[in-house]
Structures are given as C-alpha cells and as structure tokens.
C-alpha cells in the first residue's frame, strides 16, 4: 500500500479543512487479497471498506467528511485506519490526525457604545470615539457598515491582525442640522468568511436649544419737583424670548419705582412689555438723584439676565407766575420764594404760595 505516509489535515474550527482527501493505492503481489478497511473516524469517509488487492493497483480515496469535521471543537483528533487482509496476509495502518485551530475572530474594544449628546445646531460631547481593532489566530479583513450621516469612520474596511489599529468615529457637520430629537443606529463591524461580526449602537441626542432672554436695550430717566408729579409718567422694556417660552422676574426695584408686571412669561411669539412707573412714594422724597438698578431675571435658565439704570430726579417746588403779582415784582416775589420763577406764556399764575 502507498504511500507510507499518514493522513494529516487541518484548519479552524467551523472549516475548511485541507487538504480535503487522501490517496492509497492498493496492491498485492503473488495473488489477489481480499481486504476490508476499519477505524475510519467520523470525520473521515472512505470511498471502498472492503475490496480485493491484485497486482494491478487500486485507490481507495480518504476525504474529510465536511458536517462531522466542522463540527468538532478546536483540538487534535487522531485515529488509526487499519487495512486488513483476509486469510492472515497481514495488517496495514495508517494515523489519521485532524487538527481543529480556533477560529480567527475580529476584536473590537471597548465594548461601549457611541454615545454624544448636545444642543440643537451643536456643538456635541464627546466629539469622537476610538476603537481598537485586531484579531485572534490569524489575520482577519473586516468592513464597517451602518454608519448614519452624522457619524463618519477614519477607516471603513482594512485588516485586523495581532498588533491593534485604531479605528475613530467622528461626530460630522450634518449632527448640527439635526432637529431635536434621539437618533440611534447600529455600526456593523464585519469580518471575512466566517469569523464573524461585532457590532456597536451609536446614538446621538439632539436637546432643544435653551430658552434664552432678550431685554431692550437703554435706561430710563424720571424728574420732577418735589411732591411730583414726574415726567414722563413712565417708561418701558421689551422682553423677548428665544428658542422656547420663559419665565421672568423684575427685581432689584427700590420703593420709588413700580414695574408692571413684575413677573410672568415670554413667548417665543409676542413680545412683553414691562412699565416701570414713578411709585407714590417719589412723591415723599427730597430733593436729589436717585438711581436704581433694575434686573430683569430669566428664572428658567438664567440665560439673558440683564440689567438696566433708572434715575429719578428730585427737584425744589416749582412756581411759576407773570411777571408782577398783586404789586409785587418778580425780584420781591423771588425773594420770597425758595424756588425758581418762571413766567407763564398768558402771565397767569399757576402756582404760587400766599404773599404778605
């Protein structure tokens, strides 16, 4: 029987195995022999059991049964085929080993998902994510697949071996035309053949932009005598909302001035008007200039705090009358007066305090 040498195959677990099939040819000398053929394992099919030696040589073939050997388990399996002859010519054999490697398997790590988050129109954290690629037992190609438009790859396909590469998933521009919302999609990492695919989720979550405040620019300015009344009789702010509806405050108000309203909502759609208003109490004051600083308080988020002047002007009484009064002439009537004089266009008295 030929040739001496043994049947030997190997490959990784799942298949193929090669090489796939073994030849004997067999023969006798001085007679045929009848033979019969044992110990063929599972994972091994013989093409005759049994048949009859002449001296004209006949192959019996040995092929890897592919069900039986994908089957098995990673490890080294050996058994030994015994050729025998009838009427006691004699026993051949040969070692059959079949060798079962681990599959080759694409690596990826971290097992995390991408995950990025921000606000509508960007910018998003984290930016980017890496990812290590490489392979078990053999080098392995791989493609990458299922990204969404908002995520782009430094590669997408390549080959993993034993020494890792870096493989890194950037947040792109066309996140930040995303309306607000959570978008979710499943990144394929695809190895050749039969070692396998590893995936990993990526999400991203758009939030809405943040309510923010916008208040009028300028200040106000108020003035008058003392007791009033003041001009003008009042002032106002406008208040504007951005990106979503708010909540305001008036604060930081001193006893002299009122606003109206001093709280409430904005809307992203109509604007809000805020009087502030000379109080009854600037009637009270004494001469002089008083200043406040008036806060207009986003109290959803604080985003567009402001803060804007307002200043009273406290004057001495005025009286105003013509030139001559009751026979006295304006510099005895200021005389008699702490006060300013100021002549009325009709010479009329509008205002003036009892004269002695």
Same mark, same amino acid.
């Given at each position: 029987?030929?040739?001496?040498?043994?049947?030997? @195959?190997a490959g990784e677990q799942g298949?193929?195995?090669?090489?796939?099939?073994?030849?004997?040819?067999? $023969?006798?000398?001085?007679?045929?022999?009848?033979?019969?053929?044992?110990?063929?394992? &599972?994972?091994?099919?013989?093409?005759?059991? $049994? =048949? +009859? *030696?002449?001296?004209?040589?006949?192959?019996?073939?040995?092929?890897?049964?592919?069900?039986?050997?994908?089957?098995?388990?990673?490890?080294?399996?050996? *058994?030994?085929? $015994?050729?025998?002859? @009838?009427?006691?010519?004699?026993?051949? %054999? /040969?070692?059959?080993?079949?060798?079962?490697?681990?599959? /080759?398997?694409?690596?990826v790590s971290p097992a995390t998902?991408?995950?990025?988050? =921000?606000?509508?129109?960007?910018?998003?954290?984290?930016?980017?994510?890496?990812?290590?690629?490489?392979?078990?037992?053999?080098?392995?190609?791989?493609?990458?697949?299922?990204?969404? *438009?908002?995520?782009?790859?430094?590669?997408?396909?390549?080959? &993993?071996?034993? !020494?890792?590469? +870096?493989?890194?998933?950037?947040?792109?521009? &066309?996140?930040?035309?995303?309306?607000?919302?959570?978008?979710?999609?499943?990144?394929?990492?695809?190895?050749?053949?039969?070692?396998? %695919?590893?995936? /990993?989720?990526?999400?991203?979550?758009?939030?809405?932009?943040?309510?923010?405040?916008?208040? $009028? &620019?300028?200040?106000?300015?108020?003035? =008058?005598? /003392?007791?009033?009344?003041?001009?003008? @009789?009042?002032?106002?702010? !406008?208040?504007?909302?951005?990106?979503?509806?708010?909540?305001?405050?008036?604060?930081?108000?001193?006893?002299?001035?009122?606003?109206?309203?001093?709280? =409430?909502?904005?809307?992203? #759609?109509?604007?809000t008007t805020v009087t502030l208003?000379?109080?009854?109490?600037? @009637?009270?004051?004494?001469?002089?200039?008083?200043?406040? !600083?008036?806060?207009?308080?986003?109290?959803?988020?604080?985003?567009?705090?402001?803060?804007?002047?307002?200043?009273?002007?406290?004057?001495?009484?005025?009286?105003?009358?013509?030139?001559?009064?009751?026979?006295?002439?304006?510099?005895?009537?200021?005389?008699?007066?702490?006060?300013?004089?100021?002549?009325?266009?009709?010479?009329?008295?509008?205002?003036?305090?009892?004269? #002695?």
């Open positions: 029987m030929s040739p001496a040498t043994a049947i030997a @195959a298949g193929p195995f090669t090489p796939t099939s073994f030849v004997y040819a067999l $023969s006798s000398t001085n007679g045929d022999v009848n033979y019969t053929i044992s110990g063929v394992p &599972a994972w091994l099919t013989a093409s005759a059991s $049994s =048949g +009859t *030696a002449t001296s004209s040589s006949a192959n019996v073939t040995f092929s890897i049964n592919t069900a039986a050997a994908n089957a098995l388990t990673p490890g080294t399996y050996t *058994a030994t085929v $015994s050729f025998t002859s @009838a009427n006691g010519f004699g026993t051949t %054999t /040969r070692t059959a080993t079949l060798t079962v490697n681990p599959p /080759r398997t694409l690596q998902a991408i995950a990025s988050s =921000g606000i509508e129109g960007g910018p998003f954290t984290p930016s980017s994510f890496a990812y290590s690629l490489s392979s078990a037992n053999g080098n392995v190609n791989y493609t990458i697949s299922g990204m969404p *438009a908002w995520l782009s790859a430094s590669a997408t396909s390549g080959t &993993a071996t034993s !020494t890792p590469q +870096t493989v890194t998933f950037t947040v792109t521009a &066309a996140a930040n035309a995303l309306a607000p919302g959570t978008y979710s999609s499943t990144i394929t990492f695809t190895s050749a053949s039969t070692f396998g %695919t590893t995936t /990993r989720t990526a999400t991203l979550t758009v939030n809405p932009r943040p309510p923010q405040m916008q208040v $009028s &620019a300028g200040g106000l300015s108020f003035s =008058g005598g /003392r007791g009033g009344p003041f001009t003008p @009789a009042s002032g106002t702010f !406008t208040l504007s909302a951005v990106n979503q509806n708010l909540q305001f405050a008036v604060t930081g108000l001193p006893n002299w001035l009122s606003a109206s309203p001093a709280s =409430g909502t904005v809307t992203t #759609t109509a604007q208003s000379p109080s009854a109490a600037a @009637a009270t004051l004494s001469p002089g200039t008083y200043v406040a !600083t008036v806060n207009f308080v986003n109290t959803t988020n604080g985003i567009g705090n402001a803060s804007r002047s307002v200043t009273l002007t406290v004057g001495t009484s005025s009286l105003v009358v013509q030139e001559s009064v009751a026979g006295l002439d304006h510099a005895e009537l200021q005389a008699r007066t702490d006060a300013p004089l100021l002549c009325a266009p009709d010479w009329r008295v509008l205002e003036a305090p009892a004269v #002695t």
